[in-house]
């Protein structure tokens, strides 16, 4: 069964730092694409940021120069590290991504890990 499996959610004090994490699991050829995205309570889910090969980007406004994306291709694992975390990115935060299996190319979500910022 292929997975993506997100770890290093938590709480945080503002301008504080997280790692996020985010492991493919489970019988798959390849991965393309890998995405963070973002769910506050009430809002819509919303792309933080992409990697693609060596291409990056930071989709959302709100978190550039302050999240960074990146990716462990030899352990098909995926990070997301956030600094000066603020009290506007409190969600829950899924991991994304496009994986090979049996010559078809298919989008898997991960379960999703919260992110709580909190004095």
């Known amino acids: 069964q292929v997975q993506l499996v997100e770890s290093g959610g938590g709480l945080v004090q503002p301008g504080g730092s997280l790692r996020l994490s985010c492991a493919a699991s489970?019988?798959?050829?390849?991965?393309?694409?890998m995405a963070w995205y973002r769910q506050a309570p009430g809002k819509e889910r919303e792309l933080v940021a992409t990697?693609?090969?060596?291409?990056?980007?930071n989709d959302a406004d709100s978190v550039k120069g302050r999240f960074t994306i990146s990716r462990d291709y030899g352990k098909h694992t995926a990070f997301l590290q956030m600094n000066s975390l603020s009290l506007d990115d409190p969600a829950v935060y899924y991991c994304?991504?496009?994986?090979?299996?049996?010559?078809?190319?298919?989008?898997?979500w991960g379960q999703g890990t919260q992110v709580t910022v909190s004095s």
């Open positions: 994304n991504a496009d994986m090979l299996i049996m010559s078809t190319w298919t989008n898997y």
């Open positions: 489970g019988r798959f050829s390849s991965i393309n694409r």
């Open positions: 990697i693609i090969g060596g291409t990056i980007t």
